[in-house]
């Protein structure tokens, strides 16, 4: 089977790409405020939390991106 053979996507897949997307940007740059701004109610920050939140936030919606690709792209007869 070629790329070109793919089944195209429906209406609700591109509004559901879109919508994780949106969620995935906004959760993201919030995430990216709050580690920028640190933490007032602990004077130790914890580097753990941190990545969790900025660059695990991002990576979470990229993997959730990657996989939404994968199942709506592959074959239904499989």
């Known amino acids: 089977m070629s790329f070109t053979d793919r089944p195209a996507l429906s209406g ?3 509004l559901g790409f879109v ?3 949106i969620v995935g940007l906004s959760a993201s740059i ?3 405020f709050i580690v920028a ?3 007032c109610y602990e ?3 914890n580097p753990f939390t941190e990545f969790l ?3 695990g ?3 979470i919606f990229l993997m959730i991106g990657i996989f939404m ?3 709506f792209q592959r074959e239904k007869n499989d």
Do not use: R, V
């Open 69 to 71: 690709i994968w199942y």
């Open 30 to 32: 919030f995430a990216l």
């Open 57 to 59: 936030t991002a990576l």
């Open 53 to 55: 939140l900025f660059p």
């Open 12 to 14: 609700l897949q591109k």
């Open 19 to 21: 919508l994780a997307g």
């Open 37 to 39: 701004l640190g933490s």
């Open 43 to 45: 004077c130790d920050p």
